[in-house]
């Protein structure tokens, strides 16, 4: 089991920058896929963008050419970074893994993240 926390969420003006990182309490090189989600007021949560063990990324149609997704894997740390935010951005940003082996699911606790003028 994995424990996630995120940080770097906050209040940002449209087209402004932001970075999320999410700290994973054991080793994520091996046995996880990373992934951001975010869940807007009334809205499902959706997938932002995902890194495979491998390194190959995927993206959320809305934040391609946007955000990038990263990870350190020698410090168990993955990396959101928005770019060219818009108040459509605005939502809590959760931090997800999932295990290769059978597709479990861990989340953190979220961070939000607004985006207003």
């Known amino acids: 089991q994995v424990q996630l926390v995120e940080s770097g969420g906050g209040l940002v003006r449209p087209g402004g920058s932001l970075r999320l990182s999410c700290a994973a309490s054991?080793?994520?090189?091996?046995?996880?896929?990373m992934a951001w989600y975010r869940q807007a007021p009334g809205k499902e949560r959706e997938l932002v963008a995902r890194i495979f063990r491998s390194g190959i990324t995927t993206y959320g149609d809305p934040v391609k050419g946007r955000f990038t997704i990263s990870r350190d894997v020698s410090k168990n740390m993955v990396f959101l970074q928005m770019n060219s935010l818009k108040p459509e951005d605005a939502a809590v940003y959760y931090c997800?893994?999932?295990?290769?082996?059978?597709?479990?699911?861990?989340w953190g606790q979220g961070t939000q993240v607004t985006v207003s003028s």
């Open positions: 054991r080793s994520i090189s091996s046995t996880y896929h």
């Open positions: 997800n893994a999932r295990t290769i082996a059978d597709s479990v699911d861990y």
